[in-house]
């Protein structure tokens, strides 16, 4: 059975730096794309960061360029989120979630994605 099982996630302050894992299990990875979503108290899930596995290409929501970087170990089964310079407003629960299909057009829907995680808090203080 599919798993991906979140980690790293925690309390810090604004400016700090925080590395989240997704480790997948029960698919092969590398024909997975892969992507970070957030959902913080009240709102809905929104896109956070996506890694098309064929091109390698990286897309972002507007507010975490240049803080955040996705990456891959395909070797791992592993997606990551580096977050820096974090921000309050970054405070939220995490999901990682595994796609075959990716496009730029539809790559910030939540439907579109086959399996996610249960999620890791991300909680950042002022």
């Known amino acids: 059975q599919v798993q991906l099982v979140e980690s790293g996630g925690g309390l810090v302050q604004a400016g700090d730096s925080l590395r989240l894992s997704c480790a997948a299990s029960?698919?092969?990875?590398?024909?997975?794309?892969g992507a970070w979503f957030r959902q913080a108290p009240g709102k809905e899930r929104e896109f956070v960061a996506a890694a098309d596995r064929r091109s390698g290409g990286t897309y972002y929501l507007d507010s975490v360029k240049g803080r955040f970087t996705i990456s891959r170990d395909n070797a791992k089964s592993t997606l990551y989120l580096q977050m820096n310079s974090l921000k309050p407003e970054d405070t939220a629960v995490y999901f990682c979630?595994?796609?075959?299909?990716?496009?730029?057009?539809?790559?910030?829907?939540?439907?579109?994605?086959?399996?996610w995680g249960q999620g890791t808090q991300v909680t950042v203080s002022s």
């Open positions: 979630a595994a796609t075959t299909t990716l496009s730029i057009w539809t790559m910030r829907r939540v439907e579109k994605y086959d399996y």
């Open positions: 029960g698919l092969t990875f590398r024909n997975y794309h």
